[in-house]
Each structure stands twice: as structure tokens, then as C-alpha cells.
């Protein structure tokens, strides 16, 4: 009987052991994420994610990956009237109270990152400079790659809202939009990709600027911005749609980068426009970021997590990623936000935890600090921008700056 107990034990434990392994989820996505299906006859397989859901980030200090930046960039340098100033403070997050009911956030208006430009300017050693809020990525390993943000324009005219990816001024793939260029029925996308075989902001080479409209009002609802870089094409889409496309591959990057989200102003009217007439508040709710990296480590990371799972050829090794088919949808109370049918919220494999699909991933979650390693500080640079930007550690928080703008914050437009 002992004899019998101690089997019945055995078998116990091992039963135990059983269904402890399969309490846990087998990884999906170890060997990427693909735009298209690997059964298309076109595909792109990325082995790196970086996804940040603004419309759950209470503290954006806590998100290590992004870098906000703090700089000043005098008139002069700056190529307008006034000067430009990035500050911690013109970065809002105003998460959702609950998605699942609706999209509203914690300070009313739609959820999300709000960066502010506001409309009065501030003087700084004597200068006039309008302020504004940038992020760079802290991922600056970033080689081909499918790039997303769900964005809102302010309404009021007068700010320069750009999205892209950047190693220097010429290699950078970049999307700006100029909040003077939005009227009732049209958005202009102005789409650039500088080279490093010459050009320039004032003299593009042919064939690397378009000036695309999309007929809608981008300060009214949530839309996403997308660029896709992958060794044959450099695309561009909005809402899912494609809008341009350069294939002459001798203008493409050589090297890596890092993404780059502003939103500023310095008063010149041949470009940004400006100041605006009211406090100026770009709307973000995510950015969705699927890249190969440059980095001999995260290459390595991926070659060993893809092979253990060699044998395996489940469909789940790479991961499709959905498109974004028409403007994200918010706040229509479907519950867990999995899926990309009509009714979904936006999906992000790292919500998606019953898949476990970003396995070593480096992703922000709320419990845990992203993994992603933060690299030594970098100008942002941009569009019309010199390279003298200065990143300093975040740490000087101005209080009063910051209750000013947290005042403001319900009065700004479209909020
Ligand atoms: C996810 O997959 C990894 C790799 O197989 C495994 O180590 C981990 O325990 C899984 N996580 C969960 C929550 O199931
Ligand atoms: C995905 O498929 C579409 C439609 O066939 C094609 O235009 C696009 O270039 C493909 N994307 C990639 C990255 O291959
Ligand atoms: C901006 O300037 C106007 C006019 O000088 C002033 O009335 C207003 O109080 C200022 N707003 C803020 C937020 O400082
Ligand atoms: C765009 O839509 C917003 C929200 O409805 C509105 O406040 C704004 O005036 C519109 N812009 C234009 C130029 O019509
Ligand atoms: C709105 O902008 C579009 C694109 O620039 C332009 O074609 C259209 O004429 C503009 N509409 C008005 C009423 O100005
Ligand atoms: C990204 O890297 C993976 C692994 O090396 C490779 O299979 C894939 O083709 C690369 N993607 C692109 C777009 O080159
Ligand atoms: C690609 O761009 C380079 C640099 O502008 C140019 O010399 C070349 O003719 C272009 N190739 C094609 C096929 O257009
Ligand atoms: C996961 O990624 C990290 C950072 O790239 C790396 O140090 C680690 O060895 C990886 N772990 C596994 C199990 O792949």
C-alpha cells in the first residue's frame, strides 16, 4: 500500500508537471512578423517589434522606448522667426479611463499622447522661441522595417507634425504634415526620402519628394501614417492605403536608425506656418514598429529563438501582422481589443498575451519596464532642422511649466 501511494505520487507529479506545461503558452512569432502573408506572392519578414499603446501609458517615463528630447535650437539655427524648444512638459499622456466602454481619457477628450506646440511663445536668454515635444526611439539599430502611428492633427494651423525614421540628414525616410495644409475635405502628406547621393531639403532630387492629399480632415478622427522599407521599395500608405512608392534603390539608407515623432513650429510661413492661434495638441494613440536590426546581438537573439523551434512548422512561427484597413476604431466596446475586424480596437501582439507572441521581445509593458536598451543620446534631426540638436537625460522637470500646460490641456483644440 506505501508501495502503491508513492506510484499514485508519481503519476501525480507527472500529471501536475503536464498540466503546468500546458498552463503555459507556447511562443508564437519567434521567427517574426510579416507584412502579407509568407504565402503572398510579395511578403516582407521582420524580426524586431517595438509597439507602444499610448492610450495606456499613464507615465511616459515609464515607456524606456522612446527617448523624449530635450533641446533648444535658436532662431537662427532653427531657420525662422522664432527659435525651437522640445520639453518634457509639451508631452502629455492622457491614458483611457476604459477602452472597452469608450475612448474617453482621464482628463476628457480622446486617449492618447498628446504633443503640445503652445500658442504663446516663451523667452529664453533673450530670444523668442515657441515650444514643442519630440520622441525618438531608443531602438537605433533599425534596418528595414514597417513603421505606424495612430494620429490626430491639431486644428489649429501653424505646426509641423513629422513621423520617421532617421540615421542622419541624408538617410532619413520621412512624413510631414503641416497642420496649415489640412482645410475641410483634405490632409496634404508631404513624403520625402533624403539620399545619400545627394539633394537636399531645398533641392530634392527628382523622384524622392511627393506631395501627397488624402481627401479627409485629419484633425477630426484618428488615422494611421505608415511607411514600409524594405530592400526593393520604400512605400508609403495612410489608413491602409498605399500612396507612394520609390523603387530606385540607390537613393535608399545604408545604415541604421532610430524613429523620430515631432511636433513643432518656428514661425516660418514657407514651412511650418505658425504660431498657431490656439494651444496646438497633436493626438497619438500608437506606434507599431516592425524592423530588422543592425545589431549582432539581437541578430544572434533571433537566429537561436527561430531554429529551437526549426522542427515546428506550425503556421505560427511568423506572424502576419493585420493591416490597418481604414482609420483605427476606438471605444466600440468589444472587450479584449484582439482582432482587426470592423469593430476592433488596434491590435498589438504584445496585448495579446493568451498568444505570447513577443517572446524577447524588447516591448513596454505595464508591469515591466521595457528591455530596450536606451543608446547614448543622439540629435533627432529633421526636416529643416541642423544637426545640433543636444539630447539631455530627462531629469529637469519644470513643475509650474508643467501645471500650465496640464491647465491648458482640456482647453486645447479637438480634446
Ligand atoms: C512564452 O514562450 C516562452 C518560450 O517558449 C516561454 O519560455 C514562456 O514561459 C512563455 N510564456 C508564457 C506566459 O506562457
Ligand atoms: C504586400 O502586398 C501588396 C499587395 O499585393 C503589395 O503591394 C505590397 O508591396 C506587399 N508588401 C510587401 C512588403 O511585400
Ligand atoms: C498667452 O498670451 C495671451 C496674450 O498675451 C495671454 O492673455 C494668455 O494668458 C497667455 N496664455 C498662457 C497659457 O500663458
Ligand atoms: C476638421 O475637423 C475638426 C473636428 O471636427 C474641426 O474642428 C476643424 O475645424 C476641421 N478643420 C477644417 C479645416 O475644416
Ligand atoms: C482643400 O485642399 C485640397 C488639397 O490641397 C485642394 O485641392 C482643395 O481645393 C482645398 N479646398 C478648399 C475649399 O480650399
Ligand atoms: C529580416 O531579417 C530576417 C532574418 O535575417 C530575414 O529573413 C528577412 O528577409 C529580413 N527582412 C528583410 C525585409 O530584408
Ligand atoms: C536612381 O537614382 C539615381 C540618383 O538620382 C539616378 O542617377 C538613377 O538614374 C536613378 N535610376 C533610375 C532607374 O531611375
Ligand atoms: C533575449 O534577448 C536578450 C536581449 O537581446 C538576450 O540577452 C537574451 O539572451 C535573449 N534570451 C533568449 C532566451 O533568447
Redesign the pocket.
Known amino acids: 500500500m506505501a508501495l502503491l501511494a508513492s506510484w499514485e505520487a508519481w503519476i501525480f507529479l507527472l500529471l501536475l508537471s503536464l498540466f503546468r506545461s500546458v498552463s503555459l503558452v507556447d511562443a508564437a512569432c519567434e521567427c517574426g512578423y510579416s507584412v502579407n502573408s509568407t504565402s503572398d506572392i510579395e511578403y516582407a519578414v521582420f524580426t524586431d517589434l517595438l509597439e507602444s499603446d499610448f492610450t495606456k501609458i499613464k507615465n511616459f517615463q515609464d515607456d524606456t522606448d522612446w527617448q523624449p528630447q530635450v533641446w533648444e535650437l535658436d532662431p537662427e539655427a532653427a531657420l525662422g522667426p522664432y527659435g525651437r524648444a522640445t520639453r518634457l512638459e509639451a508631452i502629455l499622456p492622457n491614458p483611457a479611463v476604459n477602452l472597452n466602454i469608450n475612448s474617453k481619457g482621464i482628463y476628457g477628450g480622446h486617449a492618447g499622447l498628446n504633443l503640445l506646440v503652445?500658442?504663446?511663445y516663451t523667452v529664453i536668454k533673450g530670444e523668442k522661441y515657441l515650444i514643442g515635444a519630440e520622441l525618438d526611439s531608443a531602438r537605433n539599430d533599425m534596418f528595414y522595417g514597417t513603421f505606424r502611428i495612430g494620429y490626430r492633427t491639431t486644428k489649429w494651423a501653424g505646426t509641423c507634425f513629422g513621423f520617421y525614421w532617421y540615421h542622419d540628414d541624408n538617410q532619413e525616410i520621412d512624413t510631414e504634415l503641416l497642420s496649415r495644409e489640412i482645410n475641410t475635405t483634405h490632409t496634404l502628406l508631404n513624403l520625402v526620402l533624403h539620399t545619400p547621393v545627394g539633394g537636399s531639403n531645398l533641392e530634392a532630387l527628382p523622384g524622392t519628394f511627393q506631395v501627397a492629399a488624402i481627401p479627409l480632415n485629419s484633425s477630426a478622427e484618428i488615422h494611421e501614417l505608415r511607411f514600409d522599407w524594405t530592400p526593393t521599395a520604400i512605400t508609403w500608405y495612410h489608413d491602409g492605403l498605399q500612396v507612394w512608392t520609390i523603387s530606385n534603390t540607390t537613393l535608399f539608407p545604408r545604415q541604421p536608425g532610430h524613429l523620430v515623432i515631432t511636433h513643432w513650429s518656428n514661425g516660418n510661413p514657407l514651412w511650418s506656418g505658425g504660431p498657431p492661434e490656439g494651444?496646438a495638441a497633436l493626438l497619438l494613440t500608437y506606434v507599431k514598429a516592425y524592423f530588422n536590426s543592425s545589431d549582432e546581438k539581437r541578430v544572434g537573439d533571433y537566429e537561436v529563438r527561430c531554429n529551437a523551434v526549426g522542427g515546428n512548422n506550425g503556421d505560427d512561427r511568423i506572424c502576419e501582422i493585420p493591416a490597418q484597413v481604414g482609420p483605427p476604431k476606438y471605444g466600440n466596446g468589444n472587450g479584449n481589443g484582439i482582432g482587426n475586424g470592423a469593430n476592433k480596437l488596434p491590435y498589438f501582439f504584445s496585448n495579446d498575451l493568451a498568444r505570447n507572441a513577443t517572446f524577447n521581445q524588447t516591448v513596454y509593458e505595464e508591469v515591466k519596464k521595457s528591455e530596450g536598451e536606451k543608446v547614448g543620446g543622439g540629435p533627432g534631426g529633421g526636416a529643416g532642422t541642423g544637426g545640433s540638436k543636444v539630447w539631455r537625460p530627462a531629469a529637469q522637470c519644470s513643475v509650474m511649466l508643467w501645471m500650465?500646460f496640464l491647465?491648458?490641456l482640456p482647453m486645447v483644440g479637438g480634446l
Open positions: 503652445p500658442r504663446n494651444n500650465v491647465v491648458i
